[in-house]
């Protein structure tokens, strides 16, 4: 199976390069290696908001367009930008090896 490499800034600033799978979701591959918490709490809905990155802006437009479910679910989260999206909408593929993300802040989350 093709692996997908993901830079990955962390809350604490910290960063790591995980390799994930097609198929995956950005949301199970942080979850998977416990990079934040709280994240994820609704499974993937999406609902809470609590999978909020900040996309690098160079990869925003290889992702799919965000649904009418990720808006409502990314007003849960706190300190939005242009670039904010819920990890768990964001399927890996091959396009999107290397792709780089920072973890969103949980200030006003579930």
Do not use: F
């Not at 490499?5 to 910290?14: A, E, G, Q, S």
């Not at 994240?39 to 908001?49: A, D, K, L, R």
């Not at 996309?55 to 409502?72: A, M």
């Amino acid at each position: 199976m093709t692996k997908i490499k993901v830079n990955i800034t962390d809350r604490k600033n910290k960063k790591h390069v995980l390799e994930g799978e097609k198929g995956q979701t950005l949301m199970q591959l942080i979850d998977k290696h416990e990079l934040a918490n709280p994240y994820g709490i609704c499974g993937g809905e999406p609902m809470c908001g609590t999978c909020h990155v900040y996309v690098e802006k160079e990869w925003l437009d290889q992702l799919n367009p965000k649904t009418s479910e990720e808006e409502l679910a990314i007003d849960n989260a706190s300190e939005l930008k242009e670039n904010s999206r819920c990890g768990c909408q964001i399927d890996l593929t091959e396009e999107l090896n290397g792709l780089t993300v920072t973890i969103g802040p949980n200030e006003n989350q579930i």
